[in-house]
């Protein structure tokens, strides 16, 4: 059984930053694609952030290109998520997701294991 506990998220002012952590209980983690998904209120969840099993390979939305970072220590089973000059859109429930082999990172059923989920609210 994965379970994937995520910390981190806040109330944070814009422009300010947050750094999320998802804490992973599974064997495999250093084989499992990681990812980052988000949603707001009354909307669908969209993707964020993927990072390949070596860390070697990083993927972004566009939205958040330039101004958040994903990484991974698989010595201590926790992929990252550092957030930098959050804006009010940012504003979500942040959640982290593993599958040892999803067809599309950018894709949330592609996904097996699933956090709870952190909440991440930025004010204007």
């Not at 998802?22 to 993927?50: D, H, I, M, N, Y």
Request: glycine share 10%; charged share 20%.
């Amino acid at each position: 059984q994965v379970q994937l506990v995520e910390s981190g998220g806040g109330l944070v002012q814009a422009g300010g930053s947050l750094r999320l952590s998802c804490a992973a209980s599974e064997r495999t983690f250093s084989s499992a694609f990681k990812g980052w998904f988000r949603q707001a209120p009354g909307k669908e969840r969209e993707f964020v952030a993927a990072i390949s099993w070596s860390g070697g390979s990083t993927y972004y939305a566009d939205s958040v290109k330039g101004r958040f970072t994903i990484s991974r220590d698989n010595a201590k089973n926790t992929v990252y998520l550092q957030m930098n000059s959050l804006k009010p859109e940012d504003t979500a429930v942040y959640y982290c997701a593993s599958d040892l082999d999803p067809g599309h990172y950018y894709v949330s059923y592609e996904y097996d294991f699933w956090g709870r989920g952190s909440q991440v609210t930025v004010s204007s």
